[in-house]
């Protein structure tokens, strides 16, 4: 697998708060670096945490280091990896002052051809399954997964969507408010890749480019190994820098990197969700200030209706 590059979209530069670095060069081969997060399981559910926060010491560390470790890590393919949430997210997490983060749930969705194994993903990942029969995702479906980071629950609501055509105007209802778009092909079938561009284009259409994280997913790697393996991931990396996605390979059937994909999205997203509140909660709150400010001068906001912003000097 590789990870490569997420896109927090906007232009290829990080926003100011943004905690994910671009990291020039990945981690020696067999040398996992530290994640940020770790994994329990909890009545079948997967949950991340950040335990102790900015501490590099993982108890589950087999899925992030098969991700970053150097035979898979692309570099070419990456903008930006993760290794810490930004300071700002980890001392709102310490507080307890992630605002209602741990009450919205984030909204990801995943797009791709038929056929290429979009729900078996989904259901590897929440319900630790694997169907070999193939049964058409008609329209929509949904599952909600919930996560607990650094102490704060989290969720994401992971939208399945139908590949075949017929069902895809019902889909694309859906695509709206996306904070996550991951576009899944099928590694052994070189046509659902091509088709991925398109993909994502709709799901763009429906989403502010500069609001989502994409990932392009490629699935049923237990098909594929060697040199056509190879073959098949390169071309994928260079899509996805073309896409500014992240690129993953994963298998539904064997469960590999499926876990590891997710806590991915969830830390993304989430660390994205707590930093957007954060600001949404300073601009708020310099609102507020200022009209405190005017009672604090000791005269009713009426009494300084028509008297300029300079009048409200200390002089
Ligand atoms: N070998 C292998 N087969 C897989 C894997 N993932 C899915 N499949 C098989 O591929 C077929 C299609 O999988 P689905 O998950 O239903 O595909 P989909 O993308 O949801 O299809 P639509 O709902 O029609 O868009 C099924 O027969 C699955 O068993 C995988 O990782 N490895
Ligand atoms: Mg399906």
């Known amino acids: 697998m590789a990870t490569a590059g997420a896109r927090s979209a906007p232009s290829q530069t990080p926003p100011p708060t943004s905690a994910i670095r671009q990291t020039p060069a990945g981690p020696a081969p067999g040398r996992a670096e530290p994640p940020p997060w770790q994994l329990q399981r909890d009545s079948g559910r997967m949950r991340s945490s950040l335990a102790p926060l900015g501490v590099p010491v993982s108890r589950d560390r087999d899925d992030v280091s098969v991700c970053l470790s150097g035979s898979w890590y692309t570099p070419e393919a990456c903008l930006q990896l993760k290794d810490h949430f930004h300071g700002q997210v980890s001392a709102a997490c310490q507080r307890r002052n992630t605002g209602t983060v741990g009450l919205r ?26 169907d070999r029969d193939y049964k058409a995702t008609i329209g929509v479906d949904f599952e909600i997964e919930r996560f607990e980071i650094a102490g704060v629950p989290y969720s994401l609501q992971i939208w399945d969507t139908a590949g075949q055509e017929k069902f895809k105007c019902i889909a694309s209802a859906y695509y709206r408010g996306a904070q996550v778009i991951i576009t899944a092909f099928d590694l052994s079938d070189a046509q ?7 993909w994502l284009a709709d799901a763009l259409r429906e989403n502010a480019a500069t609001s989502c994280f994409i990932f392009l997913v490629g699935t049923k790697k237990d098909l594929l190994s060697g040199a056509a393996c190879e073959q098949a991931e390169a071309e994928a990396v260079h899509l996805a820098n073309e896409m500014q996605a992240e690129y993953w390979s994963v298998s539904a059937k064997t469960g590999e990197n499926v876990k590891a994909f997710f806590s991915r999205v969830a830390a993304l997203s989430f660390e994205h969700s707590v930093l957007q509140d954060l600001e949404r909660r300073s601009s708020a709150q310099l609102q507020v200030g200022d009209g405190d400010l005017v009672r604090m001068k000791g005269s009713s906001p009426e009494s300084q209706e028509g008297r300029g912003l300079s009048s409200l000097g200390c002089c």
């Not at 990801?108 to 078996?120: A, E, F, P, Q």
């Not at 659902?192 to 398109?198: G, I, S, V, Y």
């Open 105 to 130: 749930l984030s909204k990801v969705v995943v797009v791709g051809d038929l056929y290429v194994g979009k729900t078996s993903l989904i259901h590897r990942f929440c319900k630790n399954a694997f």
């Open 192 to 198: 659902t890749l091509a088709h991925t561009r398109q």
